[in-house]
């Protein structure tokens, strides 16, 4: 260990993966396949394996792996599902690749998935799909995927540096990616870790809402320190809201999510009258729409004065049968006896909750961004998914790209050094993070955060106009005046107040770059949803929103055309038609 000039420790590696979910963990297994030989680094602002989202995923993995489905099926879903603003080859790479990752999951990372009798996979039935085809562990899949990829870990023998967070990408003079600056959370001190390649995998963020389902440490840090660094990010407005999350008054588990897998099994949407509501939305598919369709009939439901007290609508499955719910969904019977529900017998409230960011940074489909040797996978990265994810097609992303990204990266250690860091850069990056600390009087961040969750709700939620917008966006201007003054009191070790304060601002730059698409798209299309533009409009809007960093540090947005590579928004195949 070096130090560096602002005498703080230096590490080196060859590869550093920011997070250790699904993507981040894919990662580092496959920079070892590629070249045992190479030193990685997994860098993780939770447990290894036991933080982020992956670990949290319920229902299941989407591949097409019957030999009556197809990819080109999954593909035409996946593209149908994302109002046909995904970015194709992106979506292409992750239909294609999935069978492929789900095999290896299997037979050389241990999952164990569930079969049916006679020994195949057992696939499931979610929402948008044209044929049932979600790979799974009961209602537990991410335990098992992490689980394995965890021991896995272990047989590597990787570096890990667990309960330390990523602040700020760092460069040399001449503008050479070289490094990263770290926090221990639990000493309180920083670091400097210089990389060959760096693999920025921190799992997006969908925790800015009052209502909300990931993981707390997932705080938009990734694609916040990306949009620092000069990266252009696509589709930051298109946040999905999964229409089943549970709601519990002040409990941690509002906003926990009870899986598709449900709806998909059969269960029924009720409004406050008794009437299956989704009959009205989408006569065809009822509940087993997609989650943009689903999430915002309960909205209009809940706000026209049909929901429950608490602000819901009821989901019920107990024409299952107690003992089948008990072993198709255990976990999510569980959950609902824990806040004095009962899956097993009757109706339960559920309200649209935050769940999972469709945008992020622009990535190719090797991971590559326009910054040399940074790679970015999984839900930090935008386009796969267009303007609403299918269920069961975000491991698939995190697994499918993650792996990519380290093939990618261990191809790309060769021809990268590993350079000096601008001392300049260092200074600022930890002037920033150790600001609240110091600070002797101001606000504390606790109630910076509700206001903002109150706020993204409200202002710029399931369904968004162009008055709330720019209400939201007063606000947004308002909270970050107000972080600037935050004092974090105590002292440097495990300190939840100031590590609260660096959450905020990576949530609140975040929430700005929401803000800011959601205002720029006037039409309606998948998670997003304009009342003053309600329609599609594939004539203006069959584009992507782009933003970038201005000079002044503010957003800067463009658009940029959607390339129908592969499929025409007719659902026709380009190839048939030439
Ligand atoms: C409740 C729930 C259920 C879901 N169910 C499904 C499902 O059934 N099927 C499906 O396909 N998808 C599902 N998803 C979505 C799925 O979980 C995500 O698409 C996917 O797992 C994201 O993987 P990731 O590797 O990008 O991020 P994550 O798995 O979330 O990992 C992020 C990692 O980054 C770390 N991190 C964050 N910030 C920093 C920082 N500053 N420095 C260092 N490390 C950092 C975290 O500690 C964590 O280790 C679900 C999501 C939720 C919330």
Known sequence: MRRAETDIPVLETDVAVIGSGGAGLMCALHVAAADPALEVTIVSKGAVGRSGCTRMVQGGFNAALSELDSVEAHFRDTLEGGHYLNDQELAWTLVNDAPRVIHELETQVGCLFDRTADGGLDLKPFGGQSFDRTVHRADQTGLEIMGR????????????????????LLFDRHGELSGVTLLDIRSGRAAVLLARVIVVATGGSATMYRI????????????AMCFRA???????EMLQFHPTG???????????????????AGAFL???????????????????????????ASYTEIVEGRGTEAGGVLLDISHLGA????RRFGQMLARTRLIGADLATGPVEVSPTAHFHMGGVIIDRDCFTSIDGLLVA???????????????????????????????AAALVGERALYHPDPELVSASLARTYAPLRRERGPAPFALTDR???????????????????????????????????????????????QEALDLENQLTVARLLVESALAREESRGAHYRSDFPVRDDERWLQAVVVRRGDDGSPSIGTRPVELTRLATDGEALASRA
């Open 149 to 168: 990829l965890r021991d896995q870990m272990l047989r590597l023998g990787a570096r890990e540096l667990e309960d330390w967070r990523a602040l700020d």
């Open 212 to 223: 909300a389902a990931p993981a707390r440490e997932k705080t938009g840090d990734g694609v």
């Open 230 to 236: 000069g990266l252009e990010l696509r589709d930051m």
């Open 246 to 264: 549970i709601i519990a008054g002040s409990s941690r588990l509002t906003g926990a999510v009870l899986e598709e897998g449900l709806r998909g």
């Open 270 to 296: 009720y409004n406050s009258l008794g009437e299956r509501f989704m009959e009205r939305y989408d006569p065809v598919r009822l509940e087993r729409s997609t989650r943009d369709v689903v999430a915002r």
């Open 323 to 326: 003992a089948e719910i008990e």
């Open 378 to 408: 999984g839900e930090d990265s935008g386009g796969a998914h267009g303007a609403n994810r299918l269920g069961g097609n975000g491991v698939a992303e995190s697994t499918v790209f993650g792996a990519r990204a380290g093939e990618t």
């Open 452 to 498: 903002l969750k109150d706020g993204m709700w409200s202002y710029c939620g399931v369904v968004r106009d162009q008055q709330g917008l720019l209400a939201g966006r007063a606000l947004l201007e308002e909270l970050t005046e107000e972080t600037s003054f935050i004092a974090a009191g105590g002292p440097p070790e495990a300190n939840p107040s100031w």
